[in-house]
């Protein structure tokens, strides 16, 4: 039995306790630091998880068998590192292995020596200003900039006029995000997906594919957002596709990081541009998505903290997982209106037991807090609104039909979730 201390505080940690807290190998679970959904259901602790140390002493102190780490941040800061260190088994990978993620340069460079496709690109340091904005005035149009490191999802332009593109340059060599030079590549055409690889460092399973929706308005137009919605399985990457996923990219990555030395644990986001058989990975995360995991665990059929612990332990068991996908899911985040912009907060929410009082319907929260004894806004991304369906129709009606239920006074979502593969 798993005795588990899962970090963050999205809807996508949310999503992950629920399924931890349901398997039948978790035997305790706390969440560090939580949110008021997730505290309705487990214990949340008020840890530092900056504080390595302070993590450390939480999961010797109570016994802590398995530690799952939900966003970036902490991988990139070397969390999985020091724990390891000491001896705690962890579900996530190490800082070198991070860099799929944390560097856009180190992602290419390495897709280009194990041949995983995606769109041919050039990587310019800190000091080539003058050799970007050169390379991008020669190129073809759209052209694609992306700052090499962290930037919250605010580092990528896909210019369609060299005026664009020379601008998003710009702003990048001023030290926008930080200091990391930049990658420019090709624009590539069709449909994107999200694919979950489970990884124990040497082998490998896939979840169910999902589609998230990253612009902020319908038809997405607007600007890019974390996710305004998803939805799985996405018919989209049929098994063909799913075959070439698994293995042209997965399994060279798997391999090609343990030849390298860095072995990768945890769940490896692969995120893909699909254009009828033709598959590129757009990017790599090293971690679960949001919103998708909110989907793609609402159609899990597994023993979920048996299956990280083993990928964590380094022979995953993929007998935990009896269906990868029952029915379908849909997730429609509720916002606050001038997100990805400047937005209010502290607005009182009200309605979400009526939502849930539909038992296919899930209200996974993302920035709520309490207010003395009232749940308030607190965040861009404020709900994930889940429903489960048979089919994609019902968990999509399902889904916007509890969305009406909440209100809040700044609430704004998409009304066009899963709607293409409808
Ligand atoms: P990334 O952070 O690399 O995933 O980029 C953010 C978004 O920009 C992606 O989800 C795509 O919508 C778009 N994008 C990134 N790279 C490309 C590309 N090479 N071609 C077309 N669109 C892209
Ligand atoms: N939904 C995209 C992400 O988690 O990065």
Redesign the pocket.
């Known amino acids: 039995m798993e005795r588990i201390l899962l970090i963050g505080s999205g809807g996508r940690e949310h999503a992950l306790a629920k399924a931890l807290a349901a398997s039948e190998s978790c035997e305790k679970l706390w969440v560090a630091p939580g949110n008021p959904g997730i505290a309705r259901e487990v214990e949340c602790v008020p840890l530092n998880v900056a504080d390595h140390v302070a993590v450390e002493k939480f999961c010797l102190r109570n016994d802590v068998t398995l530690v799952v780490i939900g966003p970036e941040q902490p991988l990139a800061e070397g969390l999985a590192d020091s724990l390891r260190a000491e001896n705690i088994d962890v579900f996530g990978p190490s800082q070198a292995a991070a860099q799929l993620e944390t560097s856009?340069g180190f992602s290419k460079d390495f897709m280009r020596r194990h041949h995983v496709p995606t769109?041919p690109y050039r990587r310019f340091d800190a000091s080539h200003h003058d050799e970007a904005r050169g390379y991008v005035e020669a190129h073809n149009l759209p052209v694609?900039i992306?700052y090499d490191g962290l930037a919250a999802?605010k580092?990528?332009v896909?210019a369609t006029t060299h005026e664009q593109a020379l601008e998003a340059v710009d702003i990048m060599y001023k030290g926008a995000f930080g200091n990391d030079g930049v990658v420019i590549?090709?624009?590539?055409n069709g449909a994107?997906a999200s694919v979950f690889a489970l990884c124990d460092g040497r082998d490998f399973v896939v979840l169910a594919p999902a589609q998230d929706h990253?612009r902020i308005g319908d038809g997405d137009t607007g600007k890019?957002t974390g996710g305004m919605g998803a939805y799985a399985p996405a018919p989209i990457v049929t098994p063909s596709v799913m075959e070439s996923v698994s293995e042209k990219i997965i399994r060279r990555v798997i391999d090609g990081m343990a030849a390298e030395g860095m072995p990768f644990i945890g769940c490896l986001f692969c995120?893909l541009?699909i254009d009828g058989e033709d598959v590129n990975v757009?990017?790599f995360n090293v971690r679960f998505g949001d919103p998708e995991t909110q989907a793609v665990m609402s159609v899990l059929d597994a023993d979920v903290a048996a299956l990280f612990a083993s990928a964590a332990r380094g022979s995953i068991d993929a007998a935990t997982i009896r269906s990868t996908h029952v029915g379908f899911a849909c997730n429609v985040v509720l916002a606050s209106r001038g997100y990805p912009d400047a937005f209010e907060k502290g607005l009182p929410i009200t309605g979400i037991d009526e939502a849930e009082a539909d038992p296919y319907v899930t209200v996974y929260h993302a920035g709520t807090r309490m207010k003395d004894d009232t749940l308030v806004t607190n965040g861009g991304r404020v709900l994930g609104v889940t429903a489960i369906g048979d089919t994609l129709a019902q968990a999509v009606a399902r889904s916007y039909a509890a969305c009406e239920k909440i209100s809040y006074d700044t609430k704004v979502h998409r009304s066009d979730i899963a709607k293409r593969a409808l």
Do not use: D
Request: overall charge neutral; glycine content about 22%.
């Open positions: 856009k769109a694609v992306k999802g580092g990528v896909v590549e090709g624009f590539l994107e990253k890019n995120g541009m757009v990017e």
